[in-house]
């Protein structure tokens, strides 16, 4: 389906970038984004996901606002305290941008739902609060050959990465043993889980349309609190017990469309 004039005149800034155009807005249209975790980090990813035009959105998250969150939850308003939070997600990027789809899914990850989940997506965005949710998602999208944008912070550092099965190491290969993590044990600042949605989005969106080169096969690391940022390259354990069996394709490129980054 082609694009509307209203969708012309809502992304004609972005169009103007080079290599983008109106093609690249018809794939961001023609993708559906699944987005786990939607708070302070997922919630801001799926902001600007929803204002460069991907044509649907897959919201999950389960609870109730508490106040707490509302330092960093910017699609939150205060007289949501106490109700589900993906709802109101849902209701302000549908008043930010009508012409596309939002689903909102009130739940949190588990095995019994993941599947259905990424099977319903072209990419996802793992913006989880725990390592539970973050495997599940990362099995999945092996299972289902389906690229997925890692996104991790912890104090005032942030982790991100791109994950393709197939092509790149996955979360398992970068973190065979997990590490504690008590959602309750550390600070959040709003302005660290927002610098490192909105590089989220970006990979999302570069991943989609071919714009520039996205983070296949590195981590990028961020020390917030000195503003340094390191490229790691990650490691592919061919013993992996999620993604070993899969034959690896490393100088493939797989950014020119999404549909060739996930058959």
Same mark, same amino acid.
């Given at each position: 389906?082609?694009?509307?004039p209203t969708e012309l005149d809502r992304y004609r800034r972005q169009?103007? $970038?080079?290599?983008?155009?109106?093609? +690249?807005?018809?794939?961001?249209?023609?993708?559906?984004?699944?987005?786990?975790?939607? /708070?302070?980090?997922?919630?801001?990813?799926a902001l600007y996901l929803a204002v460069a035009g991907v044509g649907k959105l897959i919201l999950v998250r389960?609870?109730?606002?508490?106040?707490d969150d509302l330092n960093r939850q910017v699609l939150m308003t205060d007289d949501w305290v106490g109700k589900p939070r993906v709802y109101k997600a849902q209701q302000t990027l549908?008043?930010?941008?009508?012409?596309?789809?939002?689903?909102?899914v009130c739940e949190y990850v588990s095995a019994d739902n993941i599947?259905? $989940?990424?099977?319903?997506?072209?990419? +996802?965005?793992?913006?989880?609060?725990?390592?539970?949710?973050?495997?599940?998602?990362? /099995?999945?999208?092996?299972?289902?050959?389906?690229?997925?944008?890692e996104a991790a912070m912890n104090s005032m550092e942030a982790y991100l990465t791109t994950i393709i099965p197939g092509q790149t190491p996955c979360l398992t290969c970068l973190y065979p043993e997990k590490p504690n993590w008590d959602r309750w044990g550390?600070?959040?600042l709003?302005?660290?889980?927002?610098t490192l949605a909105c590089l989220a989005a970006l990979e999302a969106i570069k991943l989609i349309t071919g714009l520039g080169d996205p983070l296949l096969g590195q981590l990028l690391t961020m020390d917030l609190a000195?503003?340094?940022?390191?490229?790691?390259?990650?490691?592919?354990?061919?013993?992996c017990p999620v993604c070993g069996g899969i034959s690896h394709h490393p100088k493939k490129t797989a950014n020119r469309q999404l549909a060739t980054a996930a058959p």
């Open positions: 389906m082609p694009l509307s169009m103007q $970038l080079p290599g983008f155009g109106e093609a +690249a807005q018809l794939q961001l249209k023609n993708t559906t984004a699944l987005v786990t975790g939607v /708070g302070g980090l997922g919630g801001t990813a389960g609870g109730d606002l508490i106040r549908a008043a930010l941008n009508p012409d596309i789809e939002i689903e909102a599947d259905e $989940l990424v099977q319903a997506a072209d990419i +996802a965005l793992d913006c989880a609060f725990d390592f539970k949710e973050r495997d599940l998602l990362n /099995g999945a999208c092996v299972r289902h050959g389906k690229p997925m944008v550390f600070g959040v709003g302005a660290v889980s927002g000195r503003a340094e940022f390191t490229k790691l390259r990650t490691f592919h354990d061919h013993d």
